[in-house]
């Protein structure tokens, strides 16, 4: 039996100090500069045109909840921290800080207590469903790296599904646009229609061009509920989308997403899916709070749920996958 122990209301109370702390160390180019070699807080600080006593006091910090190492006086990168947060790493994901850690997220956790009584967020206009929301484009822009896996394990579902032959995708709030990119990229005539707001469609139309792919690749700008999406499509992609909207407006869109298919054409949706307990796994339990914070009745929904939204469209074959190296889950679904 465990014993009563304060220690995790400390913890808890001050988790505001690891975010801070990591955010600091990424603008700071910490853990790029630590890329060379170990070094000294000293050296650490003159390269990030930084104090020396404020440097020791953050490495030190990052040592403690597990970001680097420390012998003697020199830091030195942990196996995750040379991954994911070294700027020449190719699996650089520092970048994920300027939306998860940007003020205006920060601050919806001010009045959780609030939101909670109210059963939806405390912003204005719907919060992260208003097409005005001005993260959104933040999001496409510092997203991208996180979701590599994800888009990965779907193209190659896709090419395993469809073989190289032919195929339209649509990609419903496309963002970043890497999920189609990555399809366009996998299978030489994919054809690509991305949905999304029209400012955060200039991201993902560079990445695009970036990715060489624009010549297969068309801007469809409108909020996803009232924009036309046409028809005929192989592929329908759903990625981290239907979380932000009640079951009502999720059975909605879900016919409108069914009447875009061709007969045998699959629905790939990506999501946070906690299991039936909902307290488990943790990252996609947790981000039911997410959705609490940020959308009037947005949630994390188990793949029960999911399975009643689509069957209630009118899909009655639903399979869910589990992503490799990735929190999320993936809901295919076929459209006969």
């Given at each position: 039996m465990n014993e009563p122990n304060p220690v995790i209301i400390f913890e808890t109370l001050n988790a505001f100090?690891?975010?801070g702390a990591l955010k600091a160390a990424i603008e700071l180019k910490v853990f790029t500069v630590l890329g060379a070699g170990p070094l000294s807080a000293k050296s650490i600080a003159t390269a990030s045109d930084a104090s020396e006593r404020g440097m020791r006091i953050l490495c030190d910090y990052l040592t403690v909840i597990g970001f680097l190492e420390k012998s003697v006086d020199q830091y030195s990168l942990t196996p995750t921290s040379a991954v994911f947060l070294d700027q020449k790493s190719p699996s650089y994901m520092g970048s994920v800080a300027g939306f998860i850690a940007a003020g205006a997220i920060m601050d919806t956790y001010r009045d959780v207590a609030?939101?909670?009584r109210k059963g939806g967020t405390l912003l204005p206009d719907g919060g992260s469903t208003n097409v005005d929301f001005e993260l959104w484009v933040e999001f496409a822009k510092s997203m991208a790296p996180m979701m590599k896996p994800a888009a990965h394990f779907i193209a190659d579902l896709v090419a395993e599904k469809h073989g190289d032959a032919?195929?339209?995708?649509?990609?419903?709030a496309a963002g970043h646009g890497l999920f189609g990119i990555t399809i366009a990229e996998r299978i030489a005539e994919a054809e690509i229609v991305a949905q999304d707001f029209?400012?955060?469609?200039?991201?993902?139309?560079?990445?695009?061009?970036?990715?060489?792919?624009?010549?297969?690749y068309t801007l469809l700008p409108g909020d996803a509920m009232s924009v036309a999406f046409g028809e005929n499509y192989d592929f329908i992609l759903l990625t981290n989308f239907l979380h932000h909207f009640g079951t009502d407006t999720c059975n909605t869109l879900l016919k409108k997403v069914r009447a875009a298919l061709k007969p045998g054409g699959f629905v790939v949706t990506l999501d946070f899916i906690p299991d039936e307990d909902r307290v488990t796994p943790a990252v996609s339990a947790t981000f039911a709070l997410t959705m609490l914070m940020s959308t009037d009745q947005g949630d994390a929904y188990t793949f029960a749920e999911y399975e009643r939204m689509f069957a209630a469209a009118g899909f009655r074959s639903n399979q869910q996958l589990d992503v490799p190296n990735s929190p999320s889950?993936?809901?295919l679904s076929c459209n006969g």
């Amino acid at each position: 039996m465990n014993e009563p122990n304060p220690v995790i209301i400390f913890e808890t109370l001050n988790a505001f100090q690891r975010t801070g702390a990591l955010k600091a160390a990424i603008e700071l180019k910490v853990f790029t500069v630590l890329g060379a070699g170990p070094l000294s807080a000293k050296s650490i600080a003159t390269a990030s045109d930084a104090s020396e006593r404020g440097m020791r006091i953050l490495c030190d910090y990052l040592t403690v909840i597990g970001f680097l190492e420390k012998s003697v006086d020199q830091y030195s990168l942990t196996p995750t921290s040379a991954v994911f947060l070294d700027q020449k790493s190719p699996s650089y994901m520092g970048s994920v800080a300027g939306f998860i850690a940007a003020g205006a997220i920060m601050d919806t956790y001010r009045d959780v207590a609030g939101a909670v009584r109210k059963g939806g967020t405390l912003l204005p206009d719907g919060g992260s469903t208003n097409v005005d929301f001005e993260l959104w484009v933040e999001f496409a822009k510092s997203m991208a790296p996180m979701m590599k896996p994800a888009a990965h394990f779907i193209a190659d579902l896709v090419a395993e599904k469809h073989g190289d032959a032919p195929l339209r995708v649509l990609d419903i709030a496309a963002g970043h646009g890497l999920f189609g990119i990555t399809i366009a990229e996998r299978i030489a005539e994919a054809e690509i229609v991305a949905q999304d707001f029209e400012r955060v469609l200039e991201v993902a139309d560079q990445n695009a061009k970036l990715a060489g792919v624009h010549d297969r690749y068309t801007l469809l700008p409108g909020d996803a509920m009232s924009v036309a999406f046409g028809e005929n499509y192989d592929f329908i992609l759903l990625t981290n989308f239907l979380h932000h909207f009640g079951t009502d407006t999720c059975n909605t869109l879900l016919k409108k997403v069914r009447a875009a298919l061709k007969p045998g054409g699959f629905v790939v949706t990506l999501d946070f899916i906690p299991d039936e307990d909902r307290v488990t796994p943790a990252v996609s339990a947790t981000f039911a709070l997410t959705m609490l914070m940020s959308t009037d009745q947005g949630d994390a929904y188990t793949f029960a749920e999911y399975e009643r939204m689509f069957a209630a469209a009118g899909f009655r074959s639903n399979q869910q996958l589990d992503v490799p190296n990735s929190p999320s889950r993936l809901v295919l679904s076929c459209n006969g």
